[in-house]
């Protein structure tokens, strides 16, 4: 894994082409949401959709969200659950970016090795790996794993007018841990200090995002405020407190491998206040 | 006398995924790929597969970190008599 850059899967609708290219640039926008506003910035001319996870996505708990931001008409930022920013950080990629509007309705299959196209339902209902994918269908709304939605229907509409019947992500990357008694260390104290951190909430037995043991309802539907840092890292709303510790976070930075310092943290309020001046200006 | 890990209460399983990456990072790794343990969404369901390889790691590690106890470990000398 390249802990120095930010790896863009880039999708075009109209010609079914596709790009996967590295940016050492874009590192210092840690990611979630300023990755995927500094993004939007790049491609702001081609209205897309962007979906991005941050450095700790798939590695920790709580860590369990990703960033959607749809540029087509202003900009629109909102959270999912489920289990899609774990086989994006396992497919390999950090943001997806999808550009254009298909002729006819298209469902999109992503391989760490490459992306294929299908025109009939029937071929995507093959598509995917059990158990180590994650699939969006558009039937009569949109499901994320057959359960999770969009805050408002926000995924629906960015969806429908690009003509984008489904999207599965194949996971089939894993990652060697150098020192697996630390990293384990820090995982399952996380994992105790977030349950402490919910042991009033109500939790229950509900569908969980891939990372989260508390079953709670509220994950079936995203998220669309929240704490800027927890929003970077793309963790969950809930887990703000436990992810909004610098200790905590650089800790988990640390274990693998990321050279992230203090004040590139710190600055991300302002990076995100300084892109969304940028971006209004541009839209 | 074997230690196995055993499925024995499915539909409490929330597809957390946390034991398939306990199991992960026993091997060192983080990721699916090679997983011993399989979690099947099926909308609000979820289905869990063990590949019998699962029994050489530490499965007591892979019971506790279960939220809802859904695995169990079971202690035999042969591994027939809970197939």
Known sequence: MNYLSK????????????????????????????????IGEMYVEKKPLIFTIGPLNGFFPFVSKTCVLEL?????????GGSLSSRMRFCAFDALVIEGKAENPLFIEID?????????????????????????????????????ESPEGLLEMSLAKRFVAGIVIN?????????VLEYSKIFNDLLTRGSEIHKFAKV????????????????????KEGNILAHSLVACDFMSDLYSDVGVVFSCLNILGYDYKHEDLERLPSVVADLLESLDKKI | ???????????????????????????EKVGLEG??????????????????????????????????????????????LFE
């Not at chain 1, 087509?72 to 999912?80: A, I």
């Not at chain 2, 399983?13 to 306990?22: M, T, Y």
């Not at chain 2, 099926?42 to 063990?50: A, E, K, M, R, Y």
């Open chain 1, 204 to 223: 229950g037995s509900f569908p969980s995002c891939v990372g989260c043991p508390l079953g709670c309802e509220k994950s079936k539907v995203g998220e």
């Open chain 1, 72 to 80: 087509h008409k202003g900009l629109e930022t909102f959270y999912l």
């Open chain 2, 35 to 80: 997983a011993f343990i399989r979690i099947f969404r099926d909308g609000s369901g979820f289905s869990i597969v063990l590949d019998p390889q699962v029994n050489t790691l530490d499965i007591e590690k892979i019971q506790e970190i279960c939220p809802n106890g859904v695995f169990e470990v079971l202690e035999s000398e042969s591994y027939e």
């Open chain 1, 112 to 148: 760490p090795q490459g992306v294929s196209f299908y025109e009939s339902h029937e071929a995507f209902e093959n598509a995917g790996l059990p158990g180590r994918s994650s699939k969006i269908i558009f039937t009569e709304k949109v499901l994320l794993d057959g359960y999770f």
């Open chain 1, 171 to 179: 996971a089939t990357v894993s990652y060697p841990i150098k020192n």
């Open chain 2, 1 to 27: 006398m074997h230690k196995i890990l055993k499925v024995i209460l499915p539909q409490k399983c929330i597809g957390c995924e946390l034991c398939v990456f306990e199991a992960q990072r026993q091997l």
């Open chain 1, 7 to 38: 790896k863009i899967l880039y999708i075009n609708l109209e010609d079914q082409k596709f790009d996967l290219k590295s940016f050492p640039e874009l590192h210092p926008f840690v990611g979630g949401l300023p990755l995927g506003l500094k």
